[in-house]
């Protein structure tokens, strides 16, 4: 009897054994989080990706995938900006709409892009907090201008790109994102690319209350109370 028990009860420590064994593990994702020290955001991106030097002026990082021949990367500039802060924050959407237009977009990819294409244009846009705006393109990039983590296809002058673009305002400064990937391989890449922009996080520069509480008033030691007059009564003021 009693060797029949322990018989039973190996049994089931080893079929318990085999079951752990079998039991497929957690998914790790791993992330880097990038954090600028002069312009208070932050954002993640996959911690296989690597920072790379920024090539365009006021970049601040510049991320490049580890698939080569894709050429997918971020980069966020910022700058500062102080035309906006003459608007209140309720009318910020409706100043940003106004001067970062299809009119603008037109100008500032054929600035910085060889050969572009608006693909779509659209207002508002979101770098977390910032009032934005955002434009899709397919563009050239010069093989001139690339990095060694993007080396590949020697024999090509030029890769067509497709990208995204935001561009946003928040207090005195001007957020700017840009992601892209080989045209061919874009697909592979845009939810990742709209992952990484959801992930960007600006320092909070505006008070969350529209009257502004400069401060904690209701903790101050002297306090007049005023009583309730109650239910079929009246105060003369």
């Given at each position: 009897?009693?060797?029949?028990?322990?018989?039973?009860?190996?049994?089931?420590?080893?079929?318990?054994?085999?079951?752990?064994?079998?039991?497929?593990?957690?998914?790790?994702?791993?992330?880097?989080?990038?954090?600028?020290?002069?312009?208070?955001?932050?954002f993640?991106?996959?911690?296989s990706?690597?920072?790379?030097?920024?090539?365009?002026?006021?970049?601040?990082?510049?991320?490049?995938?580890?698939?080569?021949?894709?050429?997918?990367?971020?980069?966020?500039?910022?700058?500062?900006?102080?035309?906006?802060?003459?608007?209140?924050?309720?009318?910020?959407g409706?100043a940003?709409?106004?001067?970062?237009?299809?009119?603008?977009?037109?100008?500032?990819?054929?600035?910085?892009?060889?050969?572009?294409?608006?693909?779509?244009v659209?207002?508002p846009?979101?770098i977390?907090?910032?009032?934005?705006?955002?434009a899709?393109?397919?563009y050239?990039?010069?093989?001139?201008?690339?990095?060694?983590?993007?080396?590949?296809?020697?024999?090509?002058?030029?890769?067509r790109?497709?990208?995204?673009?935001?561009?946003?305002?928040?207090?005195?400064?001007?957020?700017?994102m840009?992601c892209?990937?080989?045209?061919?391989?874009?697909?592979?890449w845009?939810?990742?690319?709209g992952s990484?922009?959801?992930?960007?996080?600006?320092?909070?520069?505006?008070n969350?209350f529209?009257?502004?509480?400069?401060r904690?008033?209701?903790?101050?030691?002297?306090?007049?109370?005023?009583?309730?007059?109650?239910?079929?009564?009246s105060?003369?003021?």
């Open positions: 009897m009693f060797k029949s028990i322990f018989s039973r009860f190996f049994s089931m420590i080893g079929l318990g054994t085999c079951l752990l064994a079998a039991a497929p593990t957690a998914a790790k994702a791993d992330v880097y989080v990038y954090t600028d020290p002069d312009y208070k955001y932050m993640s991106v996959p911690d990706w690597a920072m790379t030097t920024p090539h365009t002026p006021n970049t601040r990082v510049r991320f490049t995938s580890p698939v080569p021949d894709d050429h997918a990367f971020c980069e966020i500039a910022a700058q500062r900006d102080g035309r906006f802060q003459i608007y209140p924050k309720r009318h910020m409706t940003v709409n106004e001067n970062f237009d299809a009119s603008f977009w037109t100008d500032e990819v054929r600035r910085r892009f060889d050969n572009p294409h608006i693909l779509h659209r207002y846009a979101g977390d907090k910032a009032d934005s705006s955002m899709q393109l397919a050239d990039w010069p093989v001139t201008e690339r990095t060694a983590s993007a080396a590949g296809h020697g024999d090509e002058d030029v890769i790109m497709r990208g995204l673009i935001l561009t946003g305002v928040y207090g005195d400064t001007r957020y700017t840009t892209g990937a080989r045209l061919e391989k874009y697909h592979r845009s939810k990742l690319f990484i922009v959801s992930s960007v996080t600006l320092d909070d520069r505006y969350m529209p009257t502004g509480y400069y904690d008033f209701l903790s101050d030691k002297y306090k007049k109370t005023i009583p309730h007059p109650g239910l079929g009564t105060v003369r003021r």
